[in-house]
């Protein structure tokens, strides 16, 4: 009899929980800007001035270990900033276990439930930004950065405060116009008519880094319900999902590989670090020039 009552407690607790779990899963609409708060008590999730959503793939390690150490060392809270790397799921048992590890001892990843692939990007992209509107109760910037590009942080700051009266509804980064769609099958941004019928895209900035005011992450995720999926991240974030916000795009030619490295301190992003020798490199020529530099700075 005791064991009959039992079972009748732990059955009613499992259908308890649930109906919990299917009400958050299923009531949740990304569309309603209300929902978010409700999942969530207000006092619950932060406010920060800056998140840095670094695009990572999961065997990316010691990418992801150079930028911690690297302009990483800037982002704390204290500075009400934080970085964040966004991820899909391994093919391989092994590095989603790592990557696991990793996340417990940083508390600085995040991962969706797919399998990552350059065909997902745009996905993986938006999957981070549900999660950050649910996390993040208001966020002023948030720069979206592979986990390949280096951000000279004391420069970003310094163009901010000279420009603060654009940062409102803006893009920044190295912007793109006149655009043609890839009609070549054979090429990996390929995009049929179907998806895109349109010959030019619309504006769009270059998806290696990107920074933009943080009431336009909800606008994003919204607008994505509208559109068809399009693969290529930096088009179809900055551009499609953007096109009827009435977004100020700044261009920037500081975003972008300098001619010299000693130029690296006058850069925001510099793109295409595919060793952490060379993260190393862009951090030491903007922390500690070498003489050279140093003679041509003054």
């Not at 276990?97 to 990843?109: H, L």
């Not at 912007?175 to 030019?200: E, G």
Request: aromatic residues 16%; positive net charge; contains cysteine.
């Amino acid at each position: 009899m005791r064991v009959h009552k039992k079972a009748i407690l732990i059955f009613f607790l499992m259908a308890f929980f649930g109906f919990i779990i299917y009400k958050m899963s299923h009531s949740f609409n990304p569309t309603n800007p209300h929902q978010y708060k409700r999942m969530w008590g207000e006092d619950e999730r932060l406010n920060i001035v800056f998140l840095f959503a670094v695009k990572s793939y999961p065997e990316n390690y010691e990418l992801r270990k150079a930028i911690r150490e690297t302009w990483g060392t800037y982002i704390n809270p204290s500075s009400k900033s934080k970085i964040l790397f966004y991820m899909g799921q391994s093919s391989r048992p092994e590095v989603n276990i790592k990557v696991a590890e990793e996340s417990n001892r940083f508390e600085d990843i995040f991962q969706g439930q797919f399998i990552d692939s350059f065909e997902r990007q745009s996905l993986c992209t938006l999957t981070a930004f549900k999660y950050i509107l649910i996390t993040y109760a208001q966020i002023r910037f948030l720069f979206k950065v592979d986990d390949s590009t280096f951000i000279n942080i004391p420069h970003l700051i310094r163009v901010l405060k000279s420009n603060e009266y654009l940062l409102h509804n803006f893009i920044m980064g190295r912007v793109m116009n006149y655009t043609q769609p890839q009609r070549n099958k054979k090429s990996p941004w390929y995009v049929s008519r179907n998806v895109y019928a349109l010959d030019f895209y619309p504006n769009y900035a270059q998806g290696f880094a990107y920074l933009f005011s943080g009431n336009l992450i909800q606008h994003f995720v919204q607008a994505s319900f509208k559109v068809p999926l399009l693969k290529i991240e930096d088009i179809f974030v900055t551009g499609i999902l953007a096109q009827n916000l009435n977004v100020n795009y700044i261009h920037s030619t500081k975003f972008g590989i300098p001619e010299d490295s000693c130029e690296n301190s006058h850069y925001i992003a510099i793109p295409y670090l595919y060793t952490v020798e060379d993260m190393k490199r862009a951090y030491m020529s903007v922390e500690a020039p070498n003489e050279r530099c140093a003679e041509i700075k003054r």
